[in-house]
């Protein structure tokens, strides 16, 4: 059989495909991983965010009563939060998932993979959870005056215009605070954690907490 020498325009040309194909990969492989963290990422921020919620519910489940969402007290608003901690990360839950700083408003949440005895962190972020500071703590509520007494009836014990009003309709309104029913959060998730605030990405979700035990409605003597 007869040997074939590549010469050197053959050679050259292997050479330049070769290079151009490496160099493609090298070009793409780093937009495949930031594409493979991205969604990554936008599969986890809206788990953690409600994670982070859930308990937020359950803990102010615990401190509120009828009179009062006294739990609302130990979140700061935007401009009263702390800085960041960097350490000393307080454990909730199972201890490994999620984590609750010892800085009010500062929570450090994991999503883990592998072994439940030596779990890879797939995605790790810092979420900060702190009082809307845009949200109207006022509400007026229609009432009118039960006739026979100086008391009242709030909605939705009215008889309202348009409805089956027998009485004097509505009559005037009253003014209360909302600060005891609800409790308007924003939460920003920023990530990755291991690197400087500045320099992560974030997502901002808003969620409102009520005070289900809140008594609302007055009962009215006599009626």
């Keep these: 059989m007869r040997r074939y020498n590549f010469n050197l325009v053959e050679i050259m040309l292997a050479v330049v495909i ?11 492989f780093p937009a495949g991983l930031s594409n493979h963290r991205d969604a990554m990422a936008e599969n986890s ?5 409600e994670l982070v919620i859930s308990h937020i519910r359950a803990e102010a489940a615990l401190k509120s009563d009828e009179d009062s969402l006294d739990f ?16 000393n990360w307080d454990e909730v839950g199972d201890g490994w998932t999620y984590k609750k700083s010892s800085t009010a408003g500062y929570y450090f949440v ?19 959870v702190y009082k809307d500071g845009d949200f109207n703590n006022e509400l007026f509520i229609p009432f009118r005056d039960i006739p026979g007494s100086g008391d009242i009836k709030h909605l939705p014990d009215l008889n309202l215009a348009g409805t089956n009003n027998t009485g004097s309709g509505v009559k005037n309104v ?3 605070s909302t600060a005891n029913i609800v409790l308007p ?4 998730i920023s990530y990755p954690a291991d690197v400087d605030y500045a320099e992560r990405s974030k997502s901002y979700f808003r969620f409102e907490i009520f005070n289900e035990k809140y008594q609302l409605i007055e009962t009215a003597s006599g009626s």
């Design 174 to 176: 009253k003014e209360i």
């Design 72 to 87: 609302a007290s130990t979140f700061p608003t935007y401009s009263d939060l702390a800085d960041e901690p960097s350490e």
């Design 185 to 188: 959060l924003i939460v920003e």
């Design 18 to 28: 070769l290079s151009v194909g490496m160099a493609s990969v090298f070009v793409l």
């Design 45 to 49: 921020i809206a788990d953690m965010a």
């Design 110 to 128: 994991r999503q883990l993979s592998g072994p439940v005895d030596d779990p890879y962190v797939d995605f790790a972020a810092v979420v900060r």
